[in-house]
């Protein structure tokens, strides 16, 4: 055991050596003079009994509650402090030192310590503990020994001699004492503890990497503090603390923003700086805040849910065109007045790195929204409701016939008035149970309302002849089903004609990925005769199966949520709106507010015009005593006061002027070719349309070969035939989608369509123009070319034979002109039949040269006679100009 002079007592303690035998003696130690020896523990007792004139076994009691007391802390530490839990009971202890000196240099009370409990609890029982001390020895000598004890336990040697004027051994025993609170074995017990700790330290180093570091950093810097002199020590030990701090903070609140803050990375490489000085580090931590704010002033917005492209730019202070560039490198395509959908906002938002906050500016007129909350907020008591179901298929494969047919058989039998008109919905029951049908078959219905967002349809039934197989409408009805996520059932049609293969359509439904359960997949496939009848109730059943399957439920206790699926303005009767009840209930006296329309229900009637009082949740009805025709889709909400729904309709009605006022225009090709050769579009999107398989099989294949090192053609989707509202549908909906037609000609409404979508629509006759132009768009250069200038369409009426000069056409102008002696083209169910141009043009047996929109005339075509009421004869002139394409 080591042994401990009276005289390093003596001296340690500031007393006389004969004092201190004095002492021994008195304690009963065996000691007979300063020079004599006494052991670790007696000295400790002794020192104790100097001081506090306790014996050593009264003073015990003391260090044990100290040491739990900070063994607690430790556990209690919040996580990166706690990183340094080894070190705890020996930082503390400097630590007091530090602070407590440096609250005496500044004046500042004990009662306002760092940050953290440990300390403040450290510093507090210690500082008591001190205080009795003082009383009997002197002040100074205590804190410098208190600071000691530390030093001495992380790196004793050194610090001994550095700090304690190289007093050597006694100083150990003295800083001991200075702290009287705590015992030699409680030190050396928290010493011994260290593997245990040491284990602590390495859990510890599991948790995330930026407090690890910043646990590893802390610990360089203590250790050069355990090494360096006393005053650096303890001025980085002063600014240690706060920098951790400081981090942690920026931490948390980086956390709570959801973004990344660059701060957090500065705030531990200023841990770095901690070891290089105070100064660099005040710096750097003065500088810190407005760093934070600089973030901050970029990492958050706050945008409306419906924010123009440039609008978005401006918030997030970036060029719009870099923000453009960024949705097309993501493959979707804006120019800077369109808005953004929320996706692309998202997209935008995780590229820019940026917290942005949608505010909702339509909450104000968002009836449905409020609706929707309410909902969610009250206890709903949930009923089973009739499933909405919606018929599509191809043109003839008998949609029509079939809805007929289970209306009829199902409502006609026993109801006097029997079907009285359409409606666009109607009910029927099957075991007891009601099902709703949309009477208005088709996929444009369908696709409308759901780009009106109305998701009013439960479950798609398409109809598929059995004679006739898969037909290009089959398909996009397999695809408008799909894209909406509404469950799908095969009506295998026509199954009384001898020419059906129902085996036919499975395998070539299967081919789409509308595998039949009995073939293993998950569709059912019903076969069925809109003639017969035959199948009939077995659709209906499916139809009942799957609804069980979707668990339709809703709350009729609530007030009424429809969706409008028919309006017209009726004459006697005003506005008239077929909708199909969601959930509550409609009555008759509810004031609802639908779009821009709302009102006091008049009357409710029936799908057979019986007038009801209410109608359920699932169920259609027909809505009298609107202000206006709200649109189909729109959704119609039971509010409670007329001025509500005044309110509603007009801030709607306001908003859509608005947004009436400043609608989008989709992108040009011009735009499309900047952009593919500013390197910021990946692929161009493209819907081909051909009158043959043969030239749609061949530009199909040249335009998969376009490709430069970063763009490509993107076949959207390719067909034969005309190009169709459909078409220009698709196209809108990608919004970058750019129309080929070739030997094919848009007409009349799909033209219209394009128009007013804001669709590109190229046309071509030769196949290799139509592969030059995409090439030189997919590779950005434009070379010039030849433009060719619509001029006039005409719809051909009657036919006239004229003697000599063979048939002439009794058209009417559609659009524009029709011009003599131009190039015309004659078109026939959208297709390219001829080209050539006007021989002759007659407004009422007189030569004219010209005949406008509206007007009659007769056209001779030269060296065609072929002409057939229905085609389409569209003049053009062809117009040199610097290409753009
Ligand atoms: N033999 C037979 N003929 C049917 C059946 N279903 C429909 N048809 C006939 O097929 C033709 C087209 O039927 P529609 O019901 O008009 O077909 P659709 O799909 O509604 O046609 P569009 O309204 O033009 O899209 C009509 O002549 C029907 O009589 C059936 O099950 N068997």
Redesign the pocket.
Known sequence: MDKVRITEIAKELGMKNKEIVDKAVDLGLDVKGHSSSISTEDAEKLMNYVLSGETAQASKPSPQPKAPEIKKVEVVETPPPVVEKPKVPEVAAPKTKTLKEKELETGHTAQTPPQKELVENTVSDVAEDKADTVDKVDPTNVQKRRGLVIVKKKRPEVKEVEVEVRQSPSSFYGSRESTPSRSMESMFATSNSASELQKKKKKLKKIPAEKKSTTEKLDIALNIEMADNRIDTEEEDMIVLPDLNVGLLVNEEAKKKKQIDPSQIRTTKKTNFVMQGIQRVGRKRRRRPVQVQESEAISAIEIPEEIRVYEFAEKINKPVSEVIKELFSLGVMFTKNDFLDKDSIEILAETFGINVTTVNDQEAFDYVKAYDDEGEASDQILVERAPVITIM??????????LDYIRSAKVAAGEAGGITQHVGAYMVEKNGRNITFIDT??HEAFTEMRSRGAKVTDIVIV?VAADDGVKPQTKEAIEHAKAANVPIIIAV?????EAANPDLVKAQLAELGITPVDWGGEHEFVP?????GMGIEDLLETILLQADLLELKADPSREVKATVIESSLEKGRGPVATVVVEDGTMRVGDIVVAGVAFGKVKALLDDLGRSVKEALPGEPVVVLGLSEVPGAGDTLISVKTDKIAREYAKKKAEYLRQKELSKTTKVSLDDLSAMIAEGALKTLPVIIKADVQGSLEAIKGSLEKIRNSETKVNIVSAGIGGITESDVAIASASSDCIILGFHVRPTGVVKEKAKSAGVEIKTYNIIYDLIDDVTNIVTGLMAPVIREENIGQAMVREVFPVPKLGHIAGCIVTDGTINRGVKIRVIRDGVIIYEGSVSSLKRFKEDVKEVGKGFECGVGITGYTDIKVGDYIESFKEVEEKAKL
């Open positions: 298929g191809h043109v003839d494969h008998g949609k029509t016939s079939l078959p088709g109809v049609n026509k199954m009384d004609k069925v005769s809109a003639k017969t």
